[in-house]
């Protein structure tokens, strides 16, 4: 089992950062994969960033050239830097990981909201 823990929410103004942190934790030896996805209300879950163990990251459409997703193998631990936020960047974030087996964990999630 892996067990995510998540960390760095808040309330920011538009315009504003925030850093996310994810510290995975237990049988972390089969980790391939970590991200994040995120979830607004009303909309369904989508995308934020993937990166692989090899440091290969992906970004959603929506979030490109703002995000900015990072790890530490040996820590296990993945960080999302976000700037230039937006109010619709608000949402509960949450933290994955896929191990080489496919088995996915999933973090509880942190709010963000982004409002003046």
């Known amino acids: 089992q892996v067990q995510l823990v998540e960390s760095g929410g808040g309330l920011v103004q538009p315009g504003g950062s925030l850093r996310l942190s994810c510290a995975a934790s237990g049988s972390t030896f089969g980790i391939n994969r970590m991200g994040w996805y995120r979830q607004a209300p009303g909309k369904e879950r989508e995308l934020v960033a993937t990166?692989?163990?090899?440091?290969?990251?992906n970004y959603g459409d929506s979030v490109k050239g703002r995000f900015s997703i990072s790890r530490d193998n040996a820590k296990n631990t993945v960080t999302l830097q976000m700037n230039s936020l937006k109010p619709e960047d608000t949402a509960v974030y949450y933290c994955y990981v896929v191990e080489y087996s496919h088995a996915v964990y999933w973090g509880q999630g942190t709010q963000v909201t982004v409002s003046s």
């Open positions: 990166i692989t163990s090899g440091g290969s990251s």
